[in-house]
Structure formats: structure tokens, C-alpha cells
């Protein structure tokens, strides 16, 4: 069973900055591909970004390719998603999620979830 906290949530303007990050626990963090999704009030869970376990390969959300890098370190347990130039459009709750095999897109491709931390971004 693997347990995910984030944190680095908070209020930024638009155009700012924030890293929020994920630790793992209770598994073997390099074996499993990570994800960062969101979710806004009243709208459904999005794909945003994941990376495979070696990190060698990450894919992106459209909307967020140039100006969101997820990383990850394997020896911390810890998958980061670096956020620049914020827009109000990506306030929401950030949710980092695991998966034994491969990259996925798919909400319903994840085994393991964080609770999720806030990001909220003021014009």
C-alpha cells in the first residue's frame, strides 16, 4: 500500500510561481509511474502531468506544456511538479497519484492518491 502527502500549495498572482511536491511512502517509489491531476469546484478530476519511474519520460496537459516541469527524486520519495506562469484558470486542488506500470492520463488509470493540496491563483 503506498501512502501519498502533498504540500506547496498556496495563494500566488497571476504570472507567479509554485512548487508543490509529493512524498511517497510504503512502496518502491522508482517501481511506479507518477501523476499530478487537479480538480477545480464543481468540475471534474484533469490530467495535468506524469513521469515514469526512472523519469526519463513525462507527458503534459495541452494547456500547461512550457510552463509546468514535474520531477522526481527517487531517493527523497518525492515527485515535484514546478508551476510558472500561473493563470487563475489553474486554481484548483493538486493531487499527485501512482501507478504500478506506464504512464496514463486516465483518472481511472491510478491506484494510489494524495489527498490533494490547494493552489489558487488571484488576477
Known amino acids: 500500500q503506498v501512502q501519498l502527502v502533498e504540500s506547496g500549495g498556496g495563494l500566488v498572482q497571476a504570472g507567479g510561481s509554485l512548487r508543490v511536491s509529493c512524498v511517497a511512502s510504503g512502496g518502491t517509489f522508482r517501481t511506479y509511474a507518477m501523476g499530478w491531476f487537479r480538480q477545480a469546484p464543481g468540475k471534474q478530476r484533469e490530467f495535468v502531468a506524469a513521469i515514469t519511474g526512472s523519469g526519463g519520460s513525462t507527458l503534459y496537459k495541452d494547456s500547461v506544456k512550457g510552463r509546468f516541469t514535474i520531477s522526481r527524486d527517487n531517493a527523497k520519495n518525492t515527485v515535484y511538479l514546478q508551476m510558472n506562469g500561473l493563470k487563475p484558470e489553474d486554481t484548483a486542488t493538486y493531487l499527485c497519484?501512482?501507478?504500478?506500470?506506464?504512464?496514463?492520463?486516465?483518472?481511472?488509470?491510478?491506484?494510489?492518491w494524495g489527498q490533494g493540496t490547494q493552489v489558487t491563483v488571484s488576477s
Open positions: 497519484a501512482a501507478r504500478k506500470i506506464g504512464i496514463n492520463t486516465l483518472v481511472s488509470g491510478y491506484d494510489y
